[in-house]
Every structure is written in C-alpha cells, then in structure tokens.
C-alpha cells in the first residue's frame, strides 16, 4: 500500500516566450509513439506552446507473445 511514486512533473513552470516569464504550464497528450509519449506544454494564460516532451514507457510496459 502506499507506493506511489514520482513519475514525473506535472506541475511545472516554463517560461513563456509571450508572458515573458515562468508561467504554470497545461500539459495535454499529444502523440502515443512506440517509445512513449509525446506530451505539449502550453501556458495556461495565453495557450502558447512552452515545450514539448516524450515520456518513455519503461517500467509498465510488458510485450505479451
Ligand atoms: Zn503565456
């Protein structure tokens, strides 16, 4: 019970090139790829793309044959 652990961030902060400073960012899945994820940041204040980010797969990821 309890064993949860820190997969990753989800809460960061990025800089905005438009609000010119770090800003809370909104993370939505972009693409599903063989290696993982493919998630975009976007700021929550004016919707620009802050950053993109593949997250790997590694530990839950079981090939059944
Ligand atoms: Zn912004």
Do not use: H
């Amino acid at each position: 019970m309890g064993r949860e652990t820190y997969k990753d961030f989800d809460a960061t902060e990025l800089l905005c090139p438009n609000c010119k400073k770090a800003v809370p960012v909104r993370k939505r899945l972009l693409l599903i790829l063989s290696n993982g994820d493919k998630y975009d940041y976007m700021c929550v204040f004016c919707g620009t793309s802050v950053g993109d980010k593949i997250v790997k797969q590694k530990d839950n990821l079981r090939i059944i044959k």
